[in-house]
């Protein structure tokens, strides 16, 4: 069917990169991604993958999650979330997207604790989850535990998700600053996961938020054996410095390996482009700053 002019307006392209790889240390990959469909099988994870995209369409669903349990368990659990990521892989408004993220982020957390029980005594299957949804000029950020989601608009890069960690609480209070959150002994304690039991699942269980696109918006998503290895000033600098987003996500995980490649390290990066889009402004910088600011505590469970 021959797409109307104002489907043609609302489309987003992106020109992106995804690169996962098992690190220097751990002798498998834990990490999965899912990028418009695109996702590694079992099989696959412990060689990674490195890929281009160039993709235009009226919606975009990405997301990276970091599996823990060891063993198998945390290949079993994020690849649980990859191959059913996709029923978000759909048209659907701002307003509707954080009801079906919650609904789903439920689901597959039982899925995995049904997985695990059948897997054997064992076995522990765990996974975090950064999601990354865009339609119509927005873009919806959510997550569950400690892998990320930037945002590098003119030169500034700013997070624009939450670590359901204590200490990332306790810096949003005031407590800590970020590099002593990056090199705390809990940094990778997480309170929220795919995963966890039933009676554990509050009801902020999910983070969200919206945020408004802008031209030239370069969307980062990491797992973090990559945001534990480097300041968000040196994120900073690999991806204002290297135009094309395979070269960046490239740096960006030589750097992690660099730095001892203690885990597993998966990185998308995608840069953004749409006909309806406004301009990058200082204004649109200080809006995104502004955002990140105000970003409510969370409660983390016990």
Same mark, same amino acid.
């Given at each position: 069917?021959?797409?109307?002019?104002?489907?043609?307006?609302?489309?987003?392209?992106?020109?992106?990169?995804?690169?996962?790889?098992?690190?220097?240390v751990?002798?498998?990959? *834990?990490?999965?991604?899912?990028?418009?469909?695109?996702?590694? *099988?079992?099989?696959e994870?412990?060689?990674?993958?490195?890929?281009?995209?160039?993709?235009?369409?009226?919606?975009?669903?990405? /997301?990276? /999650?970091?599996?823990?349990?060891?063993? *198998?368990?945390?290949?079993r659990? $994020?690849?649980?979330?990859?191959?059913?990521?996709?029923?978000?892989?759909?048209?659907? $408004?701002?307003?509707?997207?954080?009801?079906?993220?919650?609904?789903?982020a439920?689901?597959?957390?039982?899925?995995?604790?049904?997985?695990?029980?059948?897997?054997?005594?064992?076995?522990? *299957?765990g996974?975090?989850?950064?999601?990354?949804?865009?339609?119509?000029?927005?873009?919806?950020?959510?997550n569950?535990?400690?892998s990320? %989601?930037?945002?590098?608009?003119?030169g500034?890069?700013?997070?624009?998700?939450?670590?359901?960690?204590?200490?990332?609480?306790?810096?949003?209070?005031?407590?800590?600053?970020?590099e002593? %959150?990056?090199?705390?002994?809990d940094?990778?304690?997480?309170?929220?996961?795919?995963?966890?039991?039933?009676?554990?699942?509050?009801?902020?269980?999910?983070?969200?938020?919206?945020?408004?696109? /802008?031209?030239?918006?370069?969307?980062?998503?990491? $797992?973090?054996?990559?945001?534990?290895?480097?300041?968000?000033?040196?994120?900073?600098?690999?991806?204002?410095?290297?135009?094309?987003?395979?070269?960046?996500?490239?740096?960006?995980? #030589?750097?992690?390996?660099?730095m001892?490649?203690k885990?597993?390290?998966? =990185?998308?990066?995608?840069? %953004?482009?749409?006909?309806?889009l406004?301009?990058?402004?200082?204004?649109? =910088?200080?809006?995104?700053?502004?955002?990140? #600011?105000?970003?409510?505590?969370?409660?983390?469970?016990?």
């Amino acid at each position: 069917m021959k797409k109307t002019q104002q489907n043609q307006k609302d489309e987003i392209m992106l020109r992106a990169a995804v690169i996962s790889h098992i690190g220097c240390v751990r002798g498998n990959n *834990e990490d999965n991604f899912y990028f418009n469909g695109d996702y590694m *099988e079992m099989k696959e994870v412990n060689s990674g993958t490195m890929f281009r995209a160039v993709t235009t369409r009226e919606h975009h669903l990405l /997301c990276i /999650c970091d599996g823990m349990g060891g063993l *198998e368990g945390g290949e079993r659990a $994020s690849r649980l979330v990859v191959t059913g990521i996709h029923e978000l892989d759909k048209p659907m $408004s701002i307003q509707d997207i954080s009801i079906r993220i919650d609904s789903f982020a439920r689901e597959v957390s039982e899925k995995i604790q049904q997985d695990a029980q059948k897997a054997g005594e064992d076995i522990k *299957e765990g996974t975090t989850l950064a999601l990354v949804y865009m339609t119509g000029g927005t873009m919806h950020i959510a997550n569950v535990g400690d892998s990320r %989601v930037y945002v590098l608009r003119n030169g500034k890069l700013i997070q624009v998700s939450m670590d359901h960690t204590r200490i990332y609480q306790m810096m949003l209070a005031g407590q800590l600053t970020k590099e002593q %959150v990056r090199n705390h002994p809990d940094s990778n304690r997480i309170d929220h996961y795919l995963g966890m039991p039933k009676d554990r699942i509050s009801n902020d269980f999910v983070f969200h938020k919206n945020c408004s696109l /802008c031209n030239s918006d370069r969307i980062f998503l990491c $797992s973090d054996g990559v945001s534990d290895l480097m300041s968000d000033e040196k994120i900073e600098e690999i991806l204002s410095n290297n135009a094309a987003p395979m070269d960046a996500a490239k740096q960006l995980i #030589e750097y992690a390996l660099e730095m001892s490649g203690k885990d597993n390290a998966t =990185v998308i990066v995608a840069d %953004v482009t749409g006909a309806q889009l406004p301009m990058t402004t200082p204004s649109a =910088v200080a809006a995104l700053a502004l955002l990140h #600011e105000n970003t409510s505590t969370i409660n983390t469970t016990q």
